[in-house]
């Protein structure tokens, strides 16, 4: 079973920087698509980001796009989201996971246990 462990999370404020990793314990990292997600206080959980298995592709919701940059690094099995330009609407439970398909989770998907992001005005 795959583990993923978020971390870099925390308080900024609005116009700051952030970034996010996302580790797994998985051998077989570097062979599925991985995302991010994040879900606002009293919200639905959204989908944030993708990046294809071997890092060449990645795909942003629209809100996101051009603020944030999805990567991964499959020789340590870790996935990365940058965050800039941050805006209080960024704010929320961010989580990572595993076999994203067309900006939503699949059956397989394995999820994090979420970090928290504040962005404060």
């Known amino acids: 079973q795959v583990q993923l462990v978020e971390s870099g999370g925390g308080l900024v404020q609005a116009g700051g920087s952030l970034r996010l990793s996302c580790v797994a314990n998985a051998r077989s990292f570097g062979t599925f698509n991985m995302g991010w997600f994040r879900q606002a206080p009293g919200k639905e959980r959204e989908f944030v980001a993708t990046v294809n298995w071997s890092g060449t592709d990645a795909d942003y919701a629209d809100s996101v796009k051009g603020r944030f940059t999805c990567s991964r690094d499959n020789g340590k099995n870790t996935m990365y989201l940058e965050m800039t330009s941050l805006t209080r609407e960024d704010t929320g439970v961010y989580y990572c996971?595993?076999?994203?398909?067309?900006?939503?989770?699949?059956?397989?998907?394995?999820w994090g246990q979420g970090t928290q992001v504040i962005v404060s005005s």
């Open positions: 996971a595993t076999g994203v398909q067309q900006r939503r989770p699949s059956l397989d998907t394995v």
